[in-house]
């Protein structure tokens, strides 16, 4: 099985070829360009100079998120592009397990970390034993405050690994936890880390372009600023009288999208490998709840409007 994989969640961009897991080329560079100008280059330079084409990968794997927001959407945009050309399925992989796999050879925790800005990471740990992963935390946004608090009582040393490893590092210190910093040369997120996490995911996690779509567990800055500047208009928001129309428009949209999360979870949970896409599923419950919640609300206001 050959896959080719790209990585944009941060700073650095990459890519890398990875045969049966094995990585047999790769390119990687953080020069303070953005990736919009160098990720496809560099694809085609890896690409030539190793004498291969996109037509002979079995699928195109991405680091799917958390991460920057630009660099997801170029990440993304850029597999689907080469995908839907090639007529490739991709393979989302998530951007903590990416950095997580080349320390499968250690033993102990490994925690990962990227600097989420506010005093917060983007966080994951997984155990790491024999060249193996397990995952004993699902992707999330959380404090470093926090991350002390659920971290504290892990036996072992922590492998601190990504973008944020050091900021996280010397907090955890500061607060007398055992820990240390991965190595120089795989501490930073990588393509080789995404193709080896795809390549565990195949054929189960291959999903097709037009599914393939960024993570980002929070709202962009620009997102949160909008909100607050609307705050008074969402504060009563409850109070405008929205027609019956509006309302069974929004409970058809909302319905919509409760199928299809509802399929997911049990396309999800009928794979052979289902524990491997616990994060996923896990995500789409939240999801359809918060849906349900939504259209209990509309629900009751179509009854009212009676």
Known sequence: MKLLALETSAKAASCAVLEDGVPVASAWQCTGLTHSRTLLPMVEDMLRSSELRIEDMDAIAVAAGPGSFTGLRIG???VKGLAWAAEKPCIPVSTLEGMAWPLAHLTG???CAMDARRQQIYNAVFLAEAGTLTRLREDRAISLADAWEDLRDFDGTLTIVGDGAALCCNYMRQQGLDCRMAPPHLRMQSAVGVGMAAARLWPEGAVAVQSLEPVYLRLSQAERERLAKRGSGMENCRDRAFSK?????????IDSTLHKLRE???TFEAKENAERYKSQITLARRRTRAFEI???FIADALEAAE
């Open 76 to 78: 993304v945009a850029a």
């Open 109 to 111: 925790p490994v925690v």
């Open 294 to 296: 939504a259209n209990s």
């Open 264 to 266: 997911t979870v049990k």
């Open 245 to 253: 129309e509006e309302l069974a428009e929004a409970k058809r949209q």
